[in-house]
Nanobody, 120 residues
Framework: VQLQAFGGGLVQAGGSLRLSCAAS?????RAWFRQAPGKEREFVAG???????YYPDSVKGRFTISRDNAKNTVYLQMNSLKPEETAVYYC??????????????????WGQGTQVTVSS
């Protein structure tokens, strides 16, 4: 399955952005990761087929992941963004299992990434 991410850009600290990721086929688990220069890829949010979500403490309460199964699309609403959250944001999917994990290696499909830059 192919994933295509949209919605990155430049925003001031405290601002909001909404990312979207369209898939060409059915997936069970969808997630967002981010990677800043010189850092490891970091889990940001995940959602299972039935709508269960998981967030790390660093974004909990500010980020919201949602999905439209009919459109094979997931969204990431990011509020109160911080400069340290500047990174390339990647959407990812698990096609063969419904287990939501935070490990990048568990995901079999990846989008091309979209740059999010938060200015101070």
């Amino acid at each position: 399955v192919q994933l295509q991410a949209f919605g990155g850009g430049l925003v001031q600290a405290g601002g909001s952005l909404r990312l979207s990721c369209a898939a060409s086929g059915r997936t069970f688990v969808r997630a967002w990761f981010r990677q800043a220069p010189g850092k490891e890829r970091e889990f940001v949010a995940g959602i299972s087929w039935n709508g269960n979500t998981y967030y790390p403490d660093s974004v909990k309460g500010r980020f919201t992941i949602s999905r439209d199964n009919a459109k094979n699309t997931v969204y990431l609403q990011m509020n109160s963004l911080k400069p340290e959250e500047t990174a390339v944001y990647y959407c990812a999917a698990r096609r063969f299992t419904a287990v939501l994990t935070t490990t990048p290696e568990d995901y079999d499909s990846w989008g091309q990434g979209t740059q999010v830059t938060v200015s101070s």
